[in-house]
């Protein structure tokens, strides 16, 4: 990958995404580039794209026309089992809610990703073991103690849940973070918290990241900031205002 | 086999339900075996009950019913054949041996059956197996009684003891031969054979207690014959219920059948065990077809069952599939998750089948065998039932990829998104 380092670590040019055939297009994006590195804050209003833009970004849904290219990998192309091993590699996908595998324990769940992605694994080995990896990522985010791996995520506050889930998408040190409004379920304390934790994970092993809310409050720590209306073209048929953007 | 463990995993978590389809599939899986169990074993015991014998020979009748009567001990029969033309037939030139039978005669349920010492010389079961004494020897005296291994084990006889046989075939005798009383004089080894269930007497014997008799019933209390003066009266039996017949070679049983059938004195008939058997199963086959037709619709109920689980489970677990599909996983391995929970329900169900089947066997046999001399062999499952489980695996197998298709299809429209 070292002839890519120069490469962004997310780069969209001419994407239109139409959930069905016929239907108007919810995403047209001429251009989006995120450097590596980058912390960068998408803001928009509900059903304007953002979901479906993280999932184009994230190599689960492919885009109609135009090209997304994630760490120097062109996905439109690329066939459906490489997206997806692209994705157990490099991305780490923290959702709103629900984050968490019921049946699993807390250990359980933040190594995850390693079970699935021979990188993600030896990454974690390289730092002393998938589970020590584990524990000192949920250490770092306040949740160090012992008694806590063993549980399951019903036992958990809302608050812990996001938490360990920022532990999974951090596991074997992905590039590539996307989080999608993880904070709509926490109080205004715990969201300025949470966040302070993942953006300096972020920073310590320069992890990409591309996080998704429609609350402006919480832009400020972050690199860059893209409104939705300012990138995309097509106006989400639910999104209230005017919505042509730009 | 991350996946199999998470599908491990998940099943636990919903134990209950997987816990109930899990004993639905194993009830079903029982039934079917044990269905399987019951016909091939009983089949394997029929089969094993006679050979060596060419013919059987009775009274003009059914064939099927003759040799109920005659190898089974169930039933009985509507006509004697006279002793006479049982003299005649028997001194045909292409006959070995004969071993005459005469039943009607019951000890505490467990049939009575007069012969002669050819019977211990030329019975054959199983693999043409003699039969072998546990402890004395065949009956020597007038008022001997040679019991079968069930009955000895059963009824708790040894030599030596005294027993009174009861006239007639009924559970509850009325008329009991109770002034002749038969001493146990040997007991035969377990043949698992309707022999393991019979009383075998001489035919003097027979003739012995019936000798004062008329149509049925006994003679006034004052007129009997005493034990010694009966001694002194010509045994000679009037009639025999049937007799098997060993010929000197297998290529003149035609002949000899057509000469039985032929007679010209007395309507008799002459069946081969074999075929006979044969048209036994074709009668049988029909309630046999009707069994595994029901333990069959069982197994697919318990499988309709486990689908239904499964589906229904699947709405709810749509945010765990998204979650999965963030983490790295492939539809494909979604799809083989849902798969193997499926498979995992099933190979536990056949599990907790076998564990079932083998536990209501060992619980069943002593009755089975007591009641109906069927001995179902406690063995380990053979060719035979491994391939009806793999059939129900291979079903179960079918059967998961309904769920398995429907969550993988769910996947990929739901992306990392799911909706509710
Ligand atoms: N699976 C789907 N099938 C069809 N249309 C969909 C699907 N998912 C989303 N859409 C449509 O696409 C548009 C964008 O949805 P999306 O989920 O990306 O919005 P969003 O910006 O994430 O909204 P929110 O802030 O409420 O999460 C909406 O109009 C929505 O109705
Ligand atoms: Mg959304």
């Known amino acids: ?246 | 086999m991350a996946i199999v463990r998470l599908a491990l995993c998940s099943l636990r978590n919903r134990w209950v339900t997987a816990t109930l389809t899990l004993f639905a599939i194993g009830f079903s899986v029982a039934l079917l075996l044990a269905v399987e169990k019951l016909r091939t074993e009983t089949r394997a015991s029929f089969a094993h009950t006679i050979s060596g014998t060419d013919l059987v020979v009775g009274a003009r009748g059914g064939s099927v019913q003759l040799l109920l009567y005659s190898v089974f001990r169930i039933g009985g029969a509507t006509h004697n054949i006279s002793w006479e033309s049982y003299q005649d037939i028997r001194n045909h030139p292409r006959i070995a041996w004969t071993i005459p039978l005469s039943l009607g005669d019951s000890h505490r349920g467990y049939p009575v059956m007069g012969t002669n010492l050819d019977y211990f010389r030329h019975y054959r079961f199983g693999r043409e197996q003699s039969l072998q004494f546990e402890a004395g020897g065949p009956f020597n005296d007038l008022f001997d009684v040679v019991l079968g291994a069930e009955v000895a084990h059963r009824l708790g006889y040894e030599l030596g003891d005294m027993i009174v046989i009861a006239h007639g075939t009924g559970k509850v005798a009325f008329l009991e031969h109770d002034d002749m009383p038969f001493r146990v004089a040997g007991i035969l080894k377990r043949t698992g054979t309707p022999v393991d269930r019979t009383l075998h007497i001489s035919l003097d014997g027979m003739e012995a207690i019936h000798v004062d008799w008329h149509g049925g019933t006994p003679p006034p209390p004052g007129r009997r014959l005493s034990p010694g003066e009966v001694r002194q009266v010509d045994l000679t039996p009037r009639s025999i219920t049937a007799f098997l017949v060993g010929l000197d070679s297998r290529a003149a049983t035609f002949q000899v059948q057509r000469h039985v059938n032929g007679y010209r004195q007395e309507p008799m008939l002459a069946i081969l065990p074999g075929v006979a058997l044969h048209e036994l199963w074709s009668l049988m086959g029909v309630a046999e077809q009707a069994l595994l037709l029901v333990s069959g619709a069982v197994v697919a109920v318990g499988l309709i069952g486990t689908l239904a689980v499964m589906l229904a489970g699947l709405n709810e677990r749509r945010r765990e599939m998204a979650i999965l599909r963030s983490v790295g996983a492939r539809p494909r391995q979604i799809f083989l998750l849902l798969v193997s929970e499926t498979l995992a329900l099933a190979l536990a169900g056949i599990v907790a089948g076998l564990g079932m089947l083998y536990l209501s066997l060992h619980l069943v046999q002593p009755v089975v065998q007591s009641r109906f001399g069927i001995r179902l062999a406690v063995t380990a499952p053979g060719w035979h039932e491994l391939a009806l489980l793999s059939l129900f695996l291979a079903a179960a197998l079918l059967v998961s990829l309904i769920p398995a298709y429907r969550a993988y299809r769910n996947s990929l429209a739901d992306g990392l998104n799911p909706r509710i």
């Open chain 1, 1 to 246: 990958m070292s002839a890519s380092t120069q490469q962004p670590a997310i780069e969209v040019r001419d994407l239109a995404f139409r959930w069905h055939a016929g239907a108007p297009p919810v995403l047209d994006i001429p251009e989006l580039i995120v450097e590596r590195g980058q912390r960068v804050f998408i803001l928009g209003a509900s059903g304007t794209g953002k979901s479906t833009l993280l999932n184009l970004l994230g190599g689960v849904l492919r885009p109609g026309q135009g090209e997304v290219t994630l760490l120097g990998q062109p996905l439109r192309t690329l066939r459906g089992w490489r997206r997806d091993a692209l994705r157990a590699d490099h991305v780490g996908f923290i959702f709103q809610m629900f984050n968490l595998i019921p049946y699993l324990d807390v250990l359980s769940n933040v190594t995850l990703p390693s079970r699935f992605s021979a990188a993600r694994r030896e990454r974690a080995n390289a730092r002393g073991g998938v589970e020590a990896e584990g524990m000192r990522l949920l250490a770092h985010l306040g949740l160090g103690d012992r008694s806590m791996l063993g549980r399951r995520p019903t036992e958990l506050s809302v608050g812990q849940q996001q938490r360990v889930a920022a532990a999974r998408a951090l596991m074997g040190a992905p590039e590539v973070v996307i989080a999608d409004e993880p904070t709509s379920a926490l109080d205004a304390g715990h969201k300025g918290a949470f966040l302070e934790l993942l953006l300096s994970e972020c920073a310590t092993f320069g992890t990409t990241l591309v996080f998704v809310s429609h609350d402006r409050a919480l832009a400020r720590p972050f690199d860059r900031v893209i409104a939705m209306a300012d990138i995309n073209r097509a106006g989400a048929g639910g999104a209230p205002g005017g919505a042509h953007g730009g």
